[in-house]
Every structure is written in C-alpha cells, then in structure tokens.
C-alpha cells in the first residue's frame, strides 16, 4: 500500500459523517488544494527571501514573459489590473531599478517599459528559487509519471474551463 498522507485522514473522517462522500474525488480535489497551497507558500517564501512582493514579482514576470519590453498598458491586461494601478506599480519598480520607462520617440504620449538587469536578476533569481521546491516534490515521480500528471492534470482543466454547470 502508498504512504499515507494527510488527505487519507481527512477522506477517512469525511466518509464517516458523509456516506455518499465519493473519496476518490474528494481525496483527489483536496489533495490538489494541499499542493496549490504548499506551492503558494514555497512561492511567497521564495520572493521574501529575494526582497521581492508578490505584486513586484507578477508585474517583473509579465514583463520577461514579453521580452523584457511592453507597454504599460500590455502589461496591465496582461495582469488584469486598471492602467491607474499599473503605473503605480511601475513608480515602485522604477525606484528600485527594476523597470525603467522610456518615450517613445514617434509618439512622447507612448511609453515603453524595459526590464534592467537589476529586475531580470531579482526575478530570475526568485523564479529559481521557487522552481526549486516544485521540482522537489515532482521528483516523487518518475518522468513518465510526471508526463502523465500533467496529461491527466490538462484533461481536468479541460473540463473546468468548459461552462460552468453551478447548481444542477
């Protein structure tokens, strides 16, 4: 039999006081929830331990994930977050010479956003530190395993991002 984790527990008492309770759904959601919150805290651990906040790191992650330029509104509808917000952001990055804002030079109203070595450090390095701890635990698995989870993982999501079918 597997090592037993802390879901079994919870399936175990669950079926006690819900008879119909399906444990092997409820063990696989709950188990999915367990891992999303470890893989939270190892992220927030990853940006403290790099001076980073959570909103620093996004907005620098959207930003490399664009070639390190974009404009402040491609990086706003990209994080989902109101132009007003985003240039706020920015101001903090800017002072901590992580972003630098440039004008464009056919249109002054245009800015582009760049990403400075600095930032390309203070996210790549929290990115690894965090990459870490998720290679860690996948390392359970052998990689034919893994390929599998993240097929299995894929066909769930699949079926989530499908319409919502809320209350019958």
């Not at 929830?33 to 959207?62: D, I, M, N, P, W």
């Not at 800015?111 to 203070?122: D, I, K, M």
Request: net charge negative.
């Amino acid at each position: 039999m597997a090592e037993r984790d802390s879901v079994d527990e919870h399936v175990t008492r669950w079926q006690e006081i819900l008879p119909t309770l399906d444990p092997v759904v409820e063990g696989a959601v709950t188990r999915m929830s367990v891992l999303v919150r470890h893989l939270g805290r190892a992220k927030e651990a990853a940006l403290a331990e790099h001076g980073l906040q959570s909103f620093e790191y996004l907005t620098l992650h959207a930003l490399a994930g664009r070639g390190g330029r974009a404009t402040p509104s491609e990086l706003a509808a990209a994080i989902k977050l109101s132009p007003s917000a985003m240039t706020s952001r920015l101001d903090g990055l800017e002072r901590r010479g992580f972003v630098r804002r440039e004008a464009s030079a056919a249109d002054r109203r245009k800015v582009t956003v760049e990403l400075t070595g600095p930032g390309r450090t203070a996210w790549q390095s929290a990115l690894e530190t965090e990459g870490r701890e998720e290679h860690r635990i996948l390392q359970a698995l052998d990689p034919a395993e893994r390929e599998l989870l993240v097929d299995l993982l894929r066909r769930v999501l699949v079926e989530a991002e499908r319409e919502p079918r809320f209350g019958g």
